[in-house]
């Protein structure tokens, strides 16, 4: 391409299996914030999919940010918000929203992302809200495959502060924030689809 627009392989394996996720957690209607966007073509598929969604997509990366105007001027999906320059760790935009959607997040970010993550989710979601979680995670404290293990030493060798986490810390954080697990789905390569809700 010769605009913006990025294009990632993953997104492209993976955006059906999560759309099918989001579909049976959300309703039809529904006010999404997705932090950390990326290309934005996650954003693009669940809106042009969902009409009822309005799908509100953000990033830190101003090349991601490109990325993701590029998309939607070029599909016109009017139920995509134009992206916003977000910081998970800082003021949260807007009002409350009936899901947040973090897809590739919590391990490719500080573990303090998470921790923000959990504490304004469990304000900024609807009574009912749904945060949902995708990517790869430890469980009981071991690697589900080798391939999970060799990403997770990839990652720590980039910056310290990423890694792949344990679920069960990630989920008691989001705990002690008022959101419940109530679904765990597996996920091609190995990831995981979390999906939790704000109880009230």
């Known amino acids: 391409m010769t605009d913006d627009r990025l294009q990632s392989p993953a997104a492209a ?5 999560i759309l099918t996720v989001l579909r049976e957690s959300l309703p039809e209607s529904a006010r ?10 996650h954003a693009l598929h669940c809106a042009a999919a969902m009409p009822g969604w309005h799908w509100q997509p953000s990033d830190t990366d101003p090349r991601a940010l490109a990325s993701i105007a590029a998309w939607r001027r070029a599909a ?6 134009a992206p916003i320059a977000f910081d998970v760790t800082a003021e949260w935009p807007g009002a409350e929203v009936d899901a947040i959607v973090a897809i590739n997040l919590v391990h490719i970010s500080p573990w303090s992302v998470s921790e923000a993550l959990m504490a304004h989710a469990g304000k900024r ?3 009912g809200g749904v945060l949902y979680l995708y990517g790869p995670y430890r469980r009981a ?10 990403f997770d030493a990839d990652l720590k060798a980039r910056d310290a502060r990423w890694g792949v986490r344990d679920l069960e810390a990630v989920v008691a954080t989001a705990e002690a924030h008022g959101l419940r ?3 765990i789905v597996e996920m091609p390569a190995n990831n995981l689809s979390v999906v939790l809700r704000r109880e009230h």
Do not use: F, K, Y
Request: charged letters at 15%; glycine letters at 14%.
């Open 13 to 17: 394996r993976n955006r059906d299996p």
């Open 32 to 41: 999404v914030l997705e932090l950390a966007s990326g290309s934005g073509e």
């Open 76 to 81: 016109g999906t009017p139920n995509l918000g």
């Open 125 to 127: 979601l609807v009574p």
């Open 141 to 150: 404290g071991q690697h589900t495959a080798p391939s999970n293990a060799a």
């Open 181 to 183: 697990l109530v679904r």
